[in-house]
């Protein structure tokens, strides 16, 4: 892994593979203004060109020490504020704060990085706060054990809705018919009947984003239901927030109705017992149930490449 793609994870705050019913809720009633971090030597010093939006050069005093968290706004954005709840699609370049030497940038090319809610996460929400979109702050971390003091220079690039924005699609016949609450959240209605034996894949939104990729790690929300009972048997929706498995790690059903589908499109699946949970009622509570899943696909975070 590249020494930015590690300095990055101190801001991503990523982690190991979660179940599917895990929530990645965030603390609660939390002032974002109140934690952002206070301007310090190095933020307020360091010199930024560079247009917003692409990867920012520096030229800062070597061997300063960071004791603290600092955080600097370099330009101010006229776009919305960020608030609580909101996930952030930003970008940043990275330097070692002691020499100013460059590490490596992330987010500026589509697929790079996942939004985040700030507020979900201590180091971005000291970082981001609650800066307006279009936004460039300096924000430096000190050394821990396993890193050196780090210096970022992070864009807010845009607020990524938490539901699918894409083209509303026709139905197809006989599958499950879907109904949108105002937030996005969906309501599946399952045709009586036998389920089908087959995979089914339909497009409810399109979208026009980057493609979902093998290897990808999605933001996306879901809805299940059984289509036995026609009961939702686990949500997104109800855990309350976006979810997102490293590297796609979903029943294989459930990852070929992710698989070439753009960000920003819902997608209806019904998945039949081999392509879910398998056959056997004993080896899974779902197993044996055909399963169906309305996918709001929010953004995709491509694979890193193979060295």
């Known amino acids: 892994m590249s020494t930015v793609a590690v ?24 002032d974002l203004c109140a934690q952002a971090a206070e ?34 706004v370099v330009t101010e ?44 996460n201590q180091a971005l929400a000291e970082a981001i706060g609650c800066a307006t979109v279009g936004t460039r702050v300096a924000f430096a971390l000190p050394a821990t054990d ?32 879907v109904k949108l609450a105002e937030n996005g959240e969906p309501d599946v209605n399952v045709p009586t009947g036998d389920a089908p034996k087959e995979l089914q894949i339909s497009v409810l939104k399109q ?13 996306l929300q879901y809805y299940g239901v059984d289509w036995k009972s026609g009961e939702s048997f686990d949500s997104s929706w ?14 294989p ?14 997608v209806l699946v019904v998945i039949p017992p081999e392509l879910a949970y398998g056959e056997d009622p004993e080896g899974h509570e779902l197993g044996g149930q055909t399963l169906v899943f309305v996918i709001d696909i929010l953004a995709t975070q491509h694979a890193p490449a193979a060295q």
């Open 7 to 30: 300095a990055a994870l101190l801001l991503t705050g990523c982690s190991g593979s979660q179940k599917l019913s895990e929530s990645s809720k965030p603390t609660d009633s939390a």
């Open 39 to 72: 301007p310090g030597a190095l933020t307020d010093s360091v010199d930024v060109s560079g247009e917003f939006g692409t990867p920012a050069k520096i030229t800062v005093a070597k061997e300063q020490k960071v004791e603290d968290v600092q955080r600097t």
């Open 77 to 120: 954005g006229d776009g919305d504020k960020v608030g609580e709840g909101d996930y952030i699609s930003y970008a940043m370049s990275a330097f070692d704060a002691k020499t100013g030497d460059h590490l490596g940038d992330l987010g500026y090319t589509e697929g790079e990085l996942l939004p985040q809610n700030a507020l979900a």
């Open 146 to 177: 396993g890193a050196d003091s780090q210096l970022y220079i992070i864009d807010v690039l845009d607020k990524v809705p938490t539901a699918a924005w894409g083209e509303k699609q026709e139905p197809v016949d006989g599958m499950p018919t």
């Open 207 to 219: 979208g026009d984003g980057p493609a979902v990729a093998d290897g990808d790690t999605t933001l």
């Open 238 to 251: 109800s855990n309350g927030a976006p979810y997102a498995a490293p590297g796609n790690t979903y029943v």
């Open 253 to 266: 059903g459930f990852v070929q109705a992710l698989a070439g589908q753009k960000v920003g499109s819902q």
